[in-house]
């Protein structure tokens, strides 16, 4: 069974540019959650998808935004990058609507670099 | 809100030593539920355990072991005999029963195991 699939793995970019990244969760599972990691800030919860609704949003600027396709996959956009948005982006996939009853599987992540 | 505080930032220890990471979280739910992750160097998140606010039987999985003590807001993972394989930054996490699939995770704790 295939895990949780995040592409690309690695990405510079300029600042003021914009980035998609992408998703593919564990093959049955419905819910999807975008997670920042940064060596300050920790790790963040952005957004999460199920069925492809947004179901909770964390505190973020609207400059981050998520989506969720039929087939479960996720993107996360993120536009007029700033060089703060520098991190690890993290991908987790569950399989029910959440409550804590399950438990989420990580991808590798993207490492978004902005210069 | 939720809160999850893990104080000790940075652990070493001699190889086969026991060592006992603390997590102390924060919430106002009567139903919750507490997860403890490892992240390697290679960047993802791999579960280790989940316990619900209901269940506070301590739990061992080999040479791990976790005590949850609902009067004193704790979580606690104890690694006996370390390894250096066990060496990874150990995340502690709370997910609330309304919030979905969303966890909010602690400061981590950096393990390192010296051979």
């Known amino acids: 069974k295939a895990g949780v699939t995040q592409t690309p793995r690695y990405l510079i970019k300029t600042r003021g540019q914009q980035v998609t990244l992408s998703c593919s969760p564990i093959?049955?599972?419905?819910?999807v959650s975008w997670y920042q990691q940064t060596p300050g800030q920790g790790l963040q919860f952005l957004f999460e998808?199920?069925?492809?609704?947004?179901?909770n949003k964390g505190n973020f600027p609207g400059r981050f935004s998520g989506r969720q396709f039929s087939n479960s996959r996720s993107e996360m956009n993120v536009s007029t990058l700033e060089l703060g948005d520098s991190a690890l982006y993290l991908c987790?996939?569950?399989f029910g609507p959440g409550g804590g009853n399950t438990e989420a599987f990580f991808g590798q992540g993207t490492r978004l670099t902005v210069v | 809100a939720q809160k999850v505080t893990q104080a000790q930032t940075e652990i070493s220890v001699v190889e086969k030593e026991d060592v006992t990471l603390d997590c102390v979280y924060e919430?106002?739910?009567?139903?919750?539920?507490l997860f403890w992750y490892k992240q390697p160097p290679s960047g993802e998140l791999v579960f280790l355990i989940r316990?619900?606010?209901?269940?506070?039987q301590n739990e061992i999985s080999g040479r791990y072991s976790w005590n949850f003590q609902k009067s004193t807001s704790s979580f606690n993972f104890t690694i006996t005999a370390s390894q250096v394989v066990d060496s990874a930054v150990y995340f502690c996490?709370?997910?609330?029963?309304?919030?979905?699939?969303?966890?909010?995770f602690g400061g981590g704790t950096r393990l390192m195991v010296k051979p």
């Open positions: 987790a996939s569950s």
């Open positions: 093959s049955g599972h419905r819910s």
């Open positions: 998808y199920f069925s492809e609704t947004q179901r």
């Open positions: 919430t106002r739910d009567t139903t919750y539920y």
């Open positions: 316990r619900n606010s209901f269940d506070e």
């Open positions: 996490a709370l997910s609330e029963a309304d919030a979905g699939n969303m966890l909010t």
